[in-house]
């Protein structure tokens, strides 16, 4: 899963200071988990356990931003922040457990009366729908909503952007040409989906898929009326099937939601719908969001990155009650391509892993709280099967200092023993990207590995970086990126950046370009386990794999530090979205 943020102006020096100060003043207390001691009344609080319970319904919920969606539309929609937000407006069969931490992994009935009935072949998952579960304007939500909406996600060339596990899942060979191309009169023409009744939906997998229902839970699951459709039209307002409606809507800049009377909490056991309604106010300028939000105007950020460094500051010194540090699920990294020369050579890639500054990485993203943990491998921590203890470059030995010796001799191997000159690719619009590319070079010069930095467009990077081509013509050695999991599993996380199938020629995120055979063999076992339990072992050794052909350089398992206005109830983060607070259970004082 990709994140975004809007571009962040570079802060004075200054501040940069005294914010690294404060965040090693508040390291040394600990991670505050307790919310007492250092970090004070409040501090962490609701990181991964409930905070301020109730039940209190009404009040205006506020939220904030510098990013919009990438789209509302619940089948093209990719950022984090829109899957959390879109619970407001749009259920799914199954859904995440509302509850702090790892508890939000468990997978609950939504609009199905339970998790799935799944045959003993593990390829037919039936669902039986609630009584009384109803669109916005009063009408039952049938099967044949859930089945038209999921057939959305076919129609790449009218609403690309969102995940497609579904369509690669139950439709392997790209049979079906998506519903505004059906040829049927009810446009329901996909034989992998089943509808008996308006009461009923069955799945019938060609081939096993232990995630199958975490692919479900997902927004681009849920229900489209077919009458209500507009196409690549929807994400301006979505029609309702949650607790809220859409009443305005303007792109960048404005959003209200309000009640949606048809919705009976009867029916729904996942969401609060405390609040009256919910509005959204988007600017450009991060470090005013975060002025905003400690003067108390705002609640929440919606896009869930973090305080800026001002902001931050501000904070930590003044309203250490009113944070969260949770880890986000990314790791954030450098990947080689191996298209590329001398990485061509896994002894040049070494070299880089060993060279590099680790200590100063993680400075570069924010320090331990606002950066997070010196990353050992490329499996996150809220992976099944993680272990963050495996660390085969010994990147947390010695404070994280660079290992100059190992470096030296795999230069020797590599045939470079005076070093060799590479490109650094990195987003011109990621402030933090930036520099971590810069704390690389600096430690790489010290190896004799000179690399030169490109800062492409950001808003370029699907076919920039994503473009093979383009990244061999370009010479980009190294690239700086990072990946969250779409959902809890090495599926979820890891298969898009290793399995060789996922090396595409545009929208590329295989970046090494690796081909491992073995690896490839070992994901088509995990896919087909009996349990998570089992496909998480596998996973683990994957991850040993791929550490195994040193084609990633992990910077941190990335944390961030999060704002909740003092009015927030039912505040919590989870795993299951990477950290984020779960906002349809939020509500104001």
Request: charged share 30%; proline share 6%.
């Given at each position: 899963m990709t994140t975004q943020?809007?571009?962040?102006?570079?802060?004075?020096?200054?501040?940069?200071?005294?914010?690294?100060?404060?965040?090693?003043?508040?390291?040394?207390?600990?991670?505050?988990?307790?919310?007492?001691?250092?970090?004070?009344?409040?501090?962490?609080?609701?990181?991964?356990?409930?905070?301020?319970?109730?039940?209190?319904?009404?009040?205006?919920?506020?939220?904030?931003?510098?990013?919009?969606?990438?789209?509302?539309?619940?089948?093209?929609?990719?950022?984090?922040?829109?899957?959390?937000?879109?619970?407001?407006?749009?259920?799914?069969?199954?859904?995440?457990?509302?509850a702090p931490g790892k508890e939000s992994e468990e997978l609950v009935p939504?609009?199905?009366?339970?998790?799935?009935?799944?045959?003993?072949?593990?390829?037919?998952?039936?669902?039986?729908?609630?009584?009384?579960?109803?669109w916005e304007d009063g009408k039952p939500i049938t099967s044949k909503d859930i089945k038209y909406g999921i057939e959305r996600i076919w129609?790449?060339?009218?609403?690309?952007?969102?995940?497609?596990?579904?369509?690669?899942?139950?439709?392997?060979?790209?049979?079906?040409?998506?519903?505004?191309?059906?040829?049927?009169?009810?446009?329901l023409g996909l034989d992998a989906i089943e509808t008996p009744d308006n009461k009923t939906i069955v799945f019938k997998l060609p081939k096993p898929n232990v995630d199958f229902e975490q692919m479900l839970a997902m927004p681009s699951g849920a229900p489209v009326r077919q009458d209500k459709d507009t196409k690549g039209k929807y994400g301006l307002k979505p029609f309702s099937a949650g607790p809220y409606k859409w009443?305005?809507?303007t792109p960048n800049k404005s959003m209200t939601l309000v009640r949606n009377p048809h919705w009976e909490r009867s029916t729904d056991e996942v969401r609060k719908a405390l609040p009256d309604k919910i509005t959204l106010r988007l600017i450009t300028n991060a470090d005013e969001m975060d002025n905003r939000l400690i003067n108390g105007d705002y609640d929440v950020d919606i896009n869930g990155t973090g305080l800026s460094a001002a902001g931050r500051a501000k904070a930590i010194k003044d309203h250490r009650g009113n944070i969260d540090n949770p880890s986000t699920g990314y790791i954030r990294y450098a990947v080689f391509p191996q298209t590329v020369k001398p990485f061509d050579n896994i002894h040049c890639r070494k070299a880089v892993i060993y060279g590099a500054d680790k200590k100063s990485l993680q400075t570069a993203r924010g320090g331990p709280l606002a950066?997070?943990?010196?990353?050992?491998?490329?499996?996150?921590?809220?992976?099944?099967?993680?272990?963050?203890?495996?660390?085969?470059?010994?990147?947390?030995?010695?404070?994280?200092?660079?290992?100059?010796?190992?470096?030296?001799?795999?230069?020797?191997?590599?045939?470079?023993?005076?070093?060799?000159?590479?490109t650094i690719a990195v987003r011109n619009n990621k402030d933090v990207e930036v520099k971590?590319?810069?704390?690389?070079?600096?430690?790489?010069?010290?190896?004799?590995?000179?690399?030169?930095?490109?800062?492409?467009?950001?808003?370029?990077?699907?076919?920039?970086?994503?473009?093979?081509?383009?990244?061999?013509?370009?010479?980009?050695?190294?690239?700086?990126?990072?990946?969250?999991?779409?959902?809890?599993?090495?599926?979820?996380?890891?298969?898009?950046?290793?399995?060789?199938?996922?090396?595409?020629?545009?929208?590329?995120?295989?970046?090494?370009?690796?081909?491992?055979?073995?690896?490839?063999?070992?994901?088509?076992?995990?896919?087909?386990?009996?349990?998570?339990?089992e496909a998480a072992g596998i996973y683990s050794e994957i991850n040993k794999?791929?550490?195994?052909?040193?084609?990633?350089?992990?910077?941190?398992?990335?944390?961030?530090?999060?704002?909740?206005?003092?009015?927030?109830?039912?505040?919590?983060?989870t795993t299951n979205n990477n950290g984020f607070y779960d906002y349809a259970s939020l509500g104001v004082k």
């Amino acid at each position: 899963m990709t994140t975004q943020r809007s571009s962040r102006r570079k802060q004075a020096a200054a501040a940069a200071v005294v914010v690294a100060a404060l965040l090693s003043t508040a390291a040394c207390g600990g991670n505050g988990g307790d919310g007492d001691g250092e970090g004070g009344p409040g501090y962490n609080k609701a990181s991964a356990k409930l905070l301020n319970p109730s039940d209190k319904k009404g009040g205006t919920l506020k939220y904030i931003g510098t990013q919009d969606a990438d789209s509302w539309d619940p089948q093209r929609g990719y950022y984090g922040f829109m899957w959390d937000f879109a619970r407001y407006y749009t259920r799914t069969l199954i859904t995440a457990k509302p509850a702090p931490g790892k508890e939000s992994e468990e997978l609950v009935p939504d609009l199905a009366k339970s998790n799935a009935k799944i045959s003993d072949d593990k390829k037919t998952y039936t669902y039986e729908l609630k009584d009384d579960i109803k669109w916005e304007d009063g009408k039952p939500i049938t099967s044949k909503d859930i089945k038209y909406g999921i057939e959305r996600i076919w129609a790449q060339d009218v609403i690309s952007g969102g995940p497609v596990y579904l369509k690669d899942v139950l439709d392997p060979d790209g049979k079906y040409k998506g519903p505004y191309k059906d040829k049927a009169e009810d446009k329901l023409g996909l034989d992998a989906i089943e509808t008996p009744d308006n009461k009923t939906i069955v799945f019938k997998l060609p081939k096993p898929n232990v995630d199958f229902e975490q692919m479900l839970a997902m927004p681009s699951g849920a229900p489209v009326r077919q009458d209500k459709d507009t196409k690549g039209k929807y994400g301006l307002k979505p029609f309702s099937a949650g607790p809220y409606k859409w009443q305005a809507y303007t792109p960048n800049k404005s959003m209200t939601l309000v009640r949606n009377p048809h919705w009976e909490r009867s029916t729904d056991e996942v969401r609060k719908a405390l609040p009256d309604k919910i509005t959204l106010r988007l600017i450009t300028n991060a470090d005013e969001m975060d002025n905003r939000l400690i003067n108390g105007d705002y609640d929440v950020d919606i896009n869930g990155t973090g305080l800026s460094a001002a902001g931050r500051a501000k904070a930590i010194k003044d309203h250490r009650g009113n944070i969260d540090n949770p880890s986000t699920g990314y790791i954030r990294y450098a990947v080689f391509p191996q298209t590329v020369k001398p990485f061509d050579n896994i002894h040049c890639r070494k070299a880089v892993i060993y060279g590099a500054d680790k200590k100063s990485l993680q400075t570069a993203r924010g320090g331990p709280l606002a950066g997070g943990d010196i990353g050992t491998n490329m499996l996150p921590k809220t992976v099944p099967g993680s272990d963050p203890s495996y660390d085969p470059y010994g990147a947390t030995k010695n404070d994280g200092k660079p290992n100059t010796e190992k470096a030296k001799e795999e230069l020797k191997k590599c045939g470079k023993p005076d070093g060799f000159k590479t490109t650094i690719a990195v987003r011109n619009n990621k402030d933090v990207e930036v520099k971590s590319a810069e704390s690389l070079q600096a430690s790489l010069k010290k190896v004799g590995i000179e690399a030169e930095l490109d800062q492409y467009d950001g808003a370029q990077t699907t076919g920039i970086i994503g473009n093979p081509d383009v990244v061999k013509k370009k010479n980009y050695g190294i690239i700086i990126m990072g990946w969250g999991p779409d959902f809890a599993s090495g599926q979820g996380y890891m298969m898009p950046l290793v399995h060789s199938k996922y090396i595409l020629p545009n929208g590329n995120n295989n970046y090494s370009e690796l081909k491992d055979p073995e690896i490839d063999k070992m994901f088509s076992e995990a896919i087909a386990a009996e349990t998570p339990e089992e496909a998480a072992g596998i996973y683990s050794e994957i991850n040993k794999k791929v550490s195994e052909h040193a084609v990633y350089l992990p910077f941190v398992f990335e944390k961030n530090i999060k704002w909740r206005s003092s009015r927030l109830t039912n505040v919590y983060t989870t795993t299951n979205n990477n950290g984020f607070y779960d906002y349809a259970s939020l509500g104001v004082k």
